[in-house]
Nanobody, 124 residues
Framework: VQLQASGGGLVQAGGSLRLSCAAS????????MGWFRQAPGKEREFVAA????????YYGDSVKGRFTISRDDAKKMAYLQMNSLKPEDTAVYYC??????????????????WGQGTQVTVSS
């Protein structure tokens, strides 16, 4: 599975961005999709995930109510809509894919396939 993340950029605090993740796999519909982020000097952090069916979504505490994850299986795409951005959201954002169960879907180590990352910078 190859993943290509895009949509990052520079935005002012309070603004919005939508990240996209394009997948190459023919079995995309069997994969859970996740978004993780890593800021300089910090560990990779769980942001959001969506189950293979799209029926269940999961969010990190720091982004609940501000970010929304979605998927379009026909286009083999996953999205992360980020609203009310804060300077602390600044990081490289990675999309990930794997047929992981809900019990470990928030864990980076559960995902085998990763995109290259896209930089999000939020200015104050």
């Amino acid at each position: 599975v190859q993943l290509q993340a895009s949509g990052g950029g520079l935005v002012q605090a309070g603004g919005s961005l939508r990240l996209s993740c394009a997948a190459s796999s023919r079995t995309f519909t069997s994969y859970a999709m996740g978004w993780f982020r890593q800021a300089p000097g910090k560990e990779r952090e769980f942001v959001a995930a969506i189950s293979w069916s799209g029926a269940s979504t999961y969010y990190g505490d720091s982004v609940k109510g501000r970010f929304t994850i979605s998927r379009d299986d026909a286009k083999k795409m996953a999205y992360l809509q980020m609203n009310s951005l804060k300077p602390e959201d600044t990081a490289v954002y990675y999309c990930a894919a794997d047929p992981v169960p809900p019990s470990i879907i928030t864990t980076a180590e559960a995902f085998r396939y990763w995109g290259q990352g896209t930089q999000v910078t939020v200015s104050s």
